[in-house]
């Protein structure tokens, strides 16, 4: 098997600030990965290169959407934003941004953009196949919306929403964009541990469910631990660990970088 | 706040006003006898007034805060629960055109002008609707794609004879492409940035048209545009007017139909989606330059083809008619009548240009009356007089 994402000693440069420095990554078909470190270590840096937010300075970002090892390598560093989203890598952010003045339905619907192609003639004229297109969008995202269990609130406006419902909103909407890898961004800050542990329950569903794949971004270590299958540790841009849950748990350098340097009386 | 309170807060605003006023409501000289008229009566009315409207305005502003908290469950107001009742719909479209068909029959030719000028203004004000109220791009500049439509029909029919229904479409064309050419280098600006841009290009076009004499015959404008044709049947003035009264109503509905689908399409949602976050719907896989791009060439589109028709309407163009005041004017339509909502805007246009027709006598009160308006609009109504309502979608299974 191909990893369907390979990073390949990514740095990321801000003028004299090496907010990435020499990372390598890969996620395998169906994984679930998680990215830890502590604050401003550089973890949402890393989702906005891969996303073409920001273009990193040096370094490799490569898919393999299907992951067979036929497949063909496609190099993304550098794309916009948008059109990373349509080779299938969808994200949810830190600070939650839904589309406010939008029904949530609406939002889900937004998620379709990529996948759809009506322009403004079809949308004037409205002929059969942008008719049967903005039927399906609607269709779809109703799927969605019910998978992810919002369906009772389909003709709120998003801003109404309480906030874990918002948070999985964000999702419905990356998963509209038909994703082969999924990036989240702390989907759980901010959540009860109810919240969270519905969370848990939907992130594996999305995974067994879909064969998405899922790099994480979490603080909340218990649903970090819980959910992954290999972790990834950033401290200060570098990559200071990887492996599996229980190697680091156990990792005296990541143990040293959360909690600081034990020193001698 | 106890009574005592609010009493005191008026009783302060009334001193102040009284204050405030005091050299010009009490104090006048007479220069024929060189002393000084104490209007002391003056003040007093100003002192009580002030009381009594500012009593009035706190009140307003509780309620409006109390209402705030209500509405939020009751939702819509009597008006937008009427334009989403499906009953209605059929009756309403009736009435309305039986209305618009007679009119020109019915009132004078002087008020068939007027209509038809302020119907030029629904289109231009549904048309900036696009960018404005969809796209949320705060174009400052607008007329001056008004004034590219009425100038491309002008000058094409002054060199090559163009008629009319061949210039209506260029004229729309040639605004898209100035649109796209507006909108190509302020991709990356929003706000307040994109406000100044648009308006400095607002005025380069007027200062064009106005100094490029060989080209558009300066200040002096262009006279004789003839009217729309029909057939090359001969009209006299009074069916001529009747008849332009008409095209602007079709083109009203006209725009109205496109509008509609438009915000109700892919391309719309991408529109709203830009206008709340621009991360989030790149993300989403929205191409934030071809999106805004066509926004502006839509937008400018209408503006265009309104100008071809104001060209056609007034027989003669100069600089003077596409100015920072119109597109002013066509900001305040979207903004007071309802962003991004088709009803609200068409009821903006008509209040905001027949009112000042009707209100000629009162003179330079038009203006503080209009900034009253807008400014109290702002406090009890942000939304605009007929606010957007989004569209919800049934799905069975």
Same mark, same amino acid.
Not at chain 1, 39 to 54: L, Q, R, S
């Given at each position: 098997?191909?990893?369907?994402?390979?990073v390949?000693?990514?740095?990321?440069?801000?003028?004299?600030?090496r907010?990435?420095?020499?990372?390598?990554?890969?996620? &395998?078909?169906?994984?679930?990965?998680?990215l830890?470190?502590p604050?401003?270590?550089?973890?949402?840096?890393?989702?906005?290169?891969?996303?073409?937010?920001?273009?990193?300075?040096h370094?490799?970002?490569?898919?393999?959407p299907?992951?067979?090892?036929?497949?063909k390598?496609?190099?993304?560093?550098?794309?916009?934003?948008?059109i990373?989203?349509?080779?299938?890598?969808?994200?949810?952010?830190?600070?939650?941004?839904?589309?406010?003045?939008m029904?949530?339905?609406?939002?889900?619907?937004?998620?379709?953009? +990529?996948?759809?192609?009506?322009?403004?003639?079809? +949308?004037?004229?409205?002929?059969?196949?942008?008719?049967?297109?903005?039927?399906?969008?609607?269709?779809?995202?109703?799927?969605?919306?019910?998978?992810?269990?919002?369906s009772?609130?389909?003709?709120?406006?998003?801003?109404?929403?309480?906030?874990?419902?918002?948070?999985?909103l964000?999702?419905?909407?990356?998963?509209?964009?038909?994703?082969?890898?999924?990036?989240?961004?702390?989907?759980?800050?901010?959540?009860?541990?109810?919240e969270?542990? &519905?969370?848990?329950?939907?992130?594996?569903?999305?995974?067994n469910?879909?064969?998405?794949?899922?790099?994480?971004?979490?603080h909340?270590?218990?649903?970090?631990?819980?959910?992954?299958?290999?972790?990834?540790v950033?401290?200060?841009?570098?990559?200071?660990?990887?492996?599996?849950? &229980?190697?680091?748990?156990?990792?005296?350098?990541?143990?040293? +970088?959360?909690?600081?340097?034990?020193?001698? +009386? | 706040?106890?009574?005592? *309170?609010e009493?005191?807060?008026?009783?302060?605003?009334?001193?102040?006003?009284? %204050?405030?006023?005091?050299?010009?409501?009490?104090?006048?000289?007479?220069?024929?006898?060189?002393?000084?008229?104490?209007?002391?009566?003056?003040?007093?009315?100003?002192?009580i007034?002030?009381?009594?409207?500012?009593?009035?305005? @706190?009140?307003?502003?509780?309620?409006?805060?109390?209402?705030?908290?209500?509405?939020?469950?009751?939702?819509?107001?009597?008006? *937008?629960?009427?334009? *989403?009742?499906?009953?209605?719909?059929?009756?309403?479209?009736? $009435?309305?055109?039986?209305i618009t068909?007679l009119?020109?029959?019915?009132?004078?030719? !002087? *008020?068939?002008?007027?209509?038809t000028?302020?119907?030029?203004?629904?289109?231009?004000?549904?048309?900036?609707?696009?960018?404005?109220?969809?796209?949320g791009?705060?174009?400052?500049?607008? =007329? =001056?794609?008004?004034?590219?439509?009425?100038?491309? !029909?002008?000058?094409?029919?002054?060199?090559?004879?163009?008629?009319?229904?061949?210039?209506?479409p260029?004229?729309?064309?040639?605004?898209?492409?100035?649109?796209?050419?507006?909108?190509y280098?302020?991709?990356?600006?929003?706000? /307040? !940035?994109?406000?100044?841009?648009?308006?400095g290009?607002?005025? $380069?076009?007027?200062?064009?048209?106005?100094?490029?004499?060989? %080209?558009?015959?300066?200040?002096?404008?262009?006279?004789?545009?003839?009217?729309?044709?029909?057939?090359?049947?001969?009209?006299?003035?009074?069916?001529?007017?009747?008849?332009?009264?008409?095209?602007?109503?079709?083109?009203?509905?006209?725009?109205?139909?496109?509008?509609? @689908?438009?915000?109700?399409? @892919?391309i719309? @949602?991408?529109?709203?989606?830009?206008? /709340?976050?621009? $991360?989030?719907?790149?993300?989403m #896989?929205?191409?934030k330059?071809?999106?805004?791009l066509?926004? %502006?060439?839509?937008?400018?589109?209408?503006?265009?083809?309104?100008?071809?028709?104001?060209?056609?309407k007034t027989?003669?163009?100069?600089p003077?008619?596409?100015?920072?005041?119109?597109?002013?004017?066509?900001?305040?339509?979207?903004?007071?009548?309802?962003? #991004?909502?088709?009803?609200?805007?068409?009821?903006?246009?008509?209040?905001l240009?027949?009112?000042?027709?009707?209100?000629? /006598?009162?003179?330079?009160?038009?203006?503080?009356?209009?900034?009253?308006?807008?400014?109290?609009?702002?406090?009890?109504?942000?939304?605009?007089?007929?606010?957007?309502?989004?569209?919800t !979608?049934?799905?069975?299974?």
């Open positions: 098997m191909k990893p369907i994402l390979e390949k000693s990514m740095t990321m440069d801000f003028g004299g600030l907010a990435i420095d020499n990372v390598d990554l890969s996620i &395998e078909k169906g994984q679930i990965v998680a830890i470190g604050n401003g270590a550089g973890k949402t840096t890393f989702f906005n290169c891969i996303t073409g937010i920001y273009t990193p300075t370094g490799d970002i490569y898919i393999s299907n992951g067979s090892e036929d497949g390598n496609e190099r993304i560093n550098g794309l916009k934003p948008n990373v989203t349509r080779k299938g890598l969808a994200r949810t952010f830190q600070n939650i941004r839904l589309f406010t003045s029904t949530v339905l609406e939002n889900v619907m937004i998620g379709c953009h +990529a996948i759809t192609k009506a322009g403004i003639m079809g +949308a004037i004229f409205r002929g059969a196949s942008t008719k049967s297109e903005e039927k399906l969008i609607v269709e779809k995202s109703y799927l969605i919306l019910e998978k992810i269990g919002l009772k609130y389909v003709d709120e406006l998003a801003v109404n929403l309480p906030y874990g419902a918002q948070r999985r964000e999702i419905a909407r990356a998963l509209a964009t038909d994703p082969f890898l999924l990036l989240l961004d702390e989907p759980a800050a901010g959540m009860n541990p109810q969270t542990m &519905e969370l848990d329950e939907l992130i594996l569903k999305i995974r469910s879909e064969g998405i794949s899922i790099l994480l971004i979490e909340d270590m218990k649903l970090v631990m819980s959910l992954s299958e290999k972790i990834y950033v401290d200060y841009g570098k990559k200071i660990a990887e492996g599996t849950p &229980e190697e680091i748990r156990h990792n005296p350098v990541v143990i040293k +970088a959360y909690l600081g340097e034990e020193v001698d +009386a | 706040m106890t009574a005592k *309170q009493l005191k807060k008026s009783i302060i605003a009334s001193v102040w006003f009284m %204050f405030l006023t005091f050299p010009i409501m009490v104090i006048k000289v007479n220069t024929v006898t060189h002393t000084i008229d104490w209007r002391w009566h003056n003040m007093a009315l100003v002192g007034g002030s009381f009594f409207l500012s009593m009035l305005w @706190r009140y307003l502003l509780k309620k409006k805060e109390e209402g705030g908290k209500k509405e939020k469950k009751a939702g819509l107001s009597f008006i *937008q629960r009427l334009l *989403q009742e499906k009953q209605f719909a059929l009756p309403g479209i009736v $009435i309305i055109s039986i068909i009119f020109p029959h019915i009132f004078s030719m !002087y *008020q068939t002008n007027i209509m000028s302020a119907l030029i203004f629904v289109v231009l004000g549904l048309g900036l609707n696009i960018v404005i109220g969809l796209a791009l705060l174009v400052l500049g607008y =007329a =001056a794609f008004f004034a590219v439509g009425a100038y491309s !029909y002008a000058l094409l029919n002054l060199h090559y004879g163009v008629g009319f229904w061949v210039a209506l260029i004229g729309g064309i040639l605004a898209a492409f100035f649109g796209i050419l507006l909108g280098p302020v991709l990356r600006l929003r706000g /307040d !940035y994109l406000a100044i841009v648009t308006l290009f607002g005025e $380069i076009i007027r200062l064009v048209l106005e100094n490029w004499n060989e %080209f558009s015959f300066g200040p002096s404008g262009i006279k004789n545009i003839p009217k729309p044709g029909f057939l090359g049947i001969e009209m006299s003035m009074q069916t001529t007017t009747i008849y332009v009264f008409y095209i602007v109503v079709l083109l009203v509905v006209f725009t109205i139909f496109v509008i509609n @689908r438009l915000k109700n399409s @892919r719309g @949602r991408a529109w709203t989606a830009l206008k /709340d976050d621009e $991360i989030a719907s790149q993300a #896989g929205i191409d330059a071809k999106t805004k066509r926004a %502006f060439a839509l937008g400018a589109t209408w503006a265009g083809m309104a100008g071809v028709v104001f060209a056609s027989t003669f163009i100069n003077a008619s596409f100015t920072l005041w119109e597109s002013v004017i066509i900001l305040c339509t979207v903004v007071l009548g309802g962003m #991004g909502s088709i009803a609200g805007v068409i009821a903006g246009a008509l209040l240009i027949l009112l000042p027709e009707y209100m000629r /006598d009162f003179g330079e009160f038009r203006m503080i009356t209009f900034g009253a308006v807008l400014i109290l609009m702002m406090i009890f109504r942000p939304g605009g007089m007929i606010e957007d309502v989004r569209k !979608y049934k799905f069975e299974k």
